[in-house]
């Protein structure tokens, strides 16, 4: 078997972690791999950290002194880069991208990127913050996981240190020590200082308001959940009574129903509509935009988050005048779920889950079928299986990665993922909704639905042979 950690054809250090190594660290599985050889490889891939970050700093340096990391070059990737697109290996805190762009094809226009670089709140959480801000916490999170203090070094004062080489880089950039010294250096820092200055205080007012507003919010928040979860309660009889599969949260929620719900549906756990999406939904096409929503770090408009619910509240409240019966309609909860292509959705994504763990065992010799897929995925039109061996690493891989496609194609597939031969493979319906899906990160649909989507949804459910679902409203 190959060295995962040679260099490649091309002479390049393998710095990337392998899809093999990442499973092996989140999960402790190493596979067909043995263990000790595992350990090894992911021993080197630390030990060549330092250079990795070196040669990434070298790399950026170079491309900007030779004019790539302009508006020409990198403008589309920098778009990216800022929250506008998931490549799969984002760090865990979130990158900001307008909340109405998720789930969409199109490219961003010029006012969801500069809102996206404005300080203005995040949906789901109360506290205000941008891209920029986000990319910033991750390079300070990166630094802080790599630095070591030895004894006899003052570990707080280390990580001053380098905040303030950064925030130096930031405001200098490439202008030399000796340009930007006295009075206009002073004034650099002096205009940093005041913007933390000022940001403190606004985030010391936010953490007193929290606590104020949860103290004062507790027992009313307890009820409010329990209006919730009657409204839950309600959509799901709603669903139940119109024949519609019905997804569980536990085993004992049949009995809410007085029936016996196996005998209604058997595969009800598998792939059934969850009734606290339907209600996230419902919600959402109740409640009014307010004026003013800019201004209140804890009020959203998007659907499933804290903030929306808050804005349900204040909109349908008081509490011990609300009745969730006047809320949880039949004919908006079965449009919904038709509209929102629910049925068909959850019965998809309980096959792009199946499809998923399978693909992610798969592999042929030392090349691994989600890199395959994630070429594919990548490209505008089809990608030969020579083209995928060389950007995986090795053209002899050519064999390998053929016999992979074919295998995804419907060989070894029940449902197939690509379509095409060697000499051009482009994904199936259902395989584009499983990279962006599974692949990709998060459930099919979990988001609104765009045209787009249910345009997806539509073929990918065709060609599997899934049924939709849809509900006219009677007049």
Known sequence: ???????????????????????????????????????????????????????????????????????????????????????????????????????????????EIVEACRVSPKPGRGRPTSAPEQIGYQLGVMFKRLMIYPDGIDESQMNKEMAWGMADGLLRGDEPAFGVMGDSRRELKQEFIEYQRNRLEREVQLDNETLQWYEESRSESRQWIQARSEMVDRTRNILYDAGLPIQSRNENWAENLNEDLEEYHGDTRDDGISAEQVVDFLI???????????????????????????????QYGPLEEFDPAEVVDKEDVLTIVSEKHLVAKRKLNTLVNEDTETIENAHWKNVEATEVLEQIASQDGEARSADIAIEIGDSDDKAAVTKICTDLAGRSFERAILKGDKTGWSLTPYGELLTKGAVGGGPVGAHKSGSNEATLIDAAASQVGIEGWQYTKKE
């Open 284 to 314: 959402d096409h109740l409640v009014d935009e307010p004026d003013g929503i800019d201004d209140d770090p804890f009020i959203h408009n998007e659907p499933g988050t804290s903030g929306q619910w808050i804005l349900f509240q204040r």
């Open 1 to 111: 078997m190959a060295d995962e950690n040679k260099p490649n054809n091309t002479g390049r250090p393998a710095y990337p972690l392998t899809s093999k190594q990442r499973t092996y660290l989140k999960t402790g599985d190493p596979g067909a791999s043995r263990e000790s050889a595992m350990e090894e490889r992911l021993e080197k891939k630390v030990n060549e950290l330092g250079t990795r970050v070196d040669h990434l700093l070298s790399d950026i340096q170079l491309l900007a002194d030779n004019g790539y990391l302009d508006s020409d070059h990198w403008s589309g990737a920098w778009i990216d880069f800022i929250g506008f697109d998931d490549s799969g290996y984002r760090p865990e805190t979130d990158r900001r991208a307008p909340p109405d762009f998720e789930n969409t094809d199109r490219d961003p226009d010029h006012s």
